[in-house]
């Protein structure tokens, strides 16, 4: 088993997937039972029954509790048994853990450590996803068959843009435009900007410019598992590096990573703009999102087939490498006694 972090919390999947039936889940490779109470609270249990081993999953939600579909065994929100069919006591054994959760920009937050440290108020937010001024609009929750750190490589890495995504999100003109990079107190900063250049195609097909711009890619890294790309283009000349930006299209891009195991991470994506829209240019801009993100799945789980085919093999480093190297080295300080290992 990889060694995670496990004192943090996780993004595990849309509220909007989250009802009043039973849904099975798995982060830190650990398998877990969602559903709401009947007060509209999202409920995350250990989805194993301690009996056989049956998932709760595969079992029947009657009120605000989970019934084992082999043989009734019942669970509260708590995790403690309430009711073994044909005897009067439960086992002081027959319990299941029980995760607290949250709720936080469209996503249910599970907290995978130790429970008296959940603090909700910890938990990401980007204050432009509520401020009516601005839009955010839901994407998808994207299996990538890589681990997630893989993930996260790619999200510290403004440089891949100009060649994996010449479609949408880069062209040329920033090729061989310097990456930097700074450790803040509780994030990494990658970024650079491309000055006076033609608009990459995204902002070319949205942005109405009619000549070249000043362009930024801000990447924000959360550890362990939270990207926010900031990423704009103003026209050229008009002072958007020096700060200026009330004349330009400015984009949050979202990636909340949910770490399924060593070989496995969802991302759930949304993006959240400075302008509103109507619903075809928001589907379409998600298409866009949506083709670019399917060809960083694409190269990511090329990569990861590669380091299990060549273990043993030594990758050459370069200059580029510098910010996903410390963001490795972020996770690594995170990991602490509580951490899921070997």
């Not at 379409?284 to 670019?292: G, H, Q």
Request: glycine fraction near 6%; include cysteine.
């Amino acid at each position: 088993m990889q060694k995670y972090v496990t004192n943090t919390w996780y993004p595990l999947t849309w509220s909007r997937q989250v009802g009043r039936e039973l849904s099975a889940h798995r982060v830190i490779e650990v398998d877990v039972v969602l559903f709401r109470n009947q007060a509209g609270e999202v409920v995350a249990l250990e989805d194993v029954c301690p009996h056989r081993l049956l998932p709760l999953s595969k079992g029947k939600l009657k009120g605000d509790s989970v019934e084992c579909g082999y043989h009734g065994m019942t669970f509260d929100c708590s995790g403690r048994c309430v009711r073994v069919p044909g005897q009067d006591m439960a086992p002081a054994s027959a319990r299941v853990r029980h995760f607290p959760t949250a709720e936080n920009m469209g996503l249910v937050w599970i907290w995978m450590g130790e429970p008296e440290l959940a603090d909700p108020g910890r938990i990401f937010d980007l204050p432009q996803y509520h401020d009516p001024a601005w839009s955010a609009v839901e994407g998808d929750a994207l299996h990538i068959r890589a681990n997630y750190l893989s993930l996260a490589d790619n999200l510290c890495d403004p440089a891949h843009v100009s060649f994996v995504h010449q479609t949408t999100l880069g062209n040329a003109a920033s090729e061989d435009v310097p990456v930097q990079h700074a450790e803040e107190a509780d994030k990494l900063v990658t970024w650079r900007w491309i000055i006076d250049a033609e608009p990459i195609p995204l902002f070319a097909k949205f942005g109405n410019f009619k000549g070249n711009v000043d362009r930024w890619h801000y990447y924000h890294y959360y550890a362990p598992s939270i990207a926010i790309i900031d990423f704009g283009s103003a026209e050229t000349g008009t002072g958007a590096p020096e700060g200026r930006r009330d004349d330009c299209m400015q984009i949050y891009a979202c990636h909340f990573i949910t770490p399924v195991d060593a070989e496995n991470s969802i991302d759930h994506w949304l993006h959240v703009k400075n302008f509103t829209a109507d619903e075809a240019t928001n589907r379409a801009l998600s298409a866009s999102f949506r083709e670019a993100f399917a060809e960083d799945k694409a190269i990511l789980e090329a990569i990861e087939a590669n380091e299990r085919r060549y273990a043993d093999r030594r990758t050459v480093k370069i200059a580029i490498d510098a910010a996903p190297r410390r963001m490795r080295k972020m996770v690594e300080r995170m990991m602490d006694d509580s951490a899921v290992t070997a």
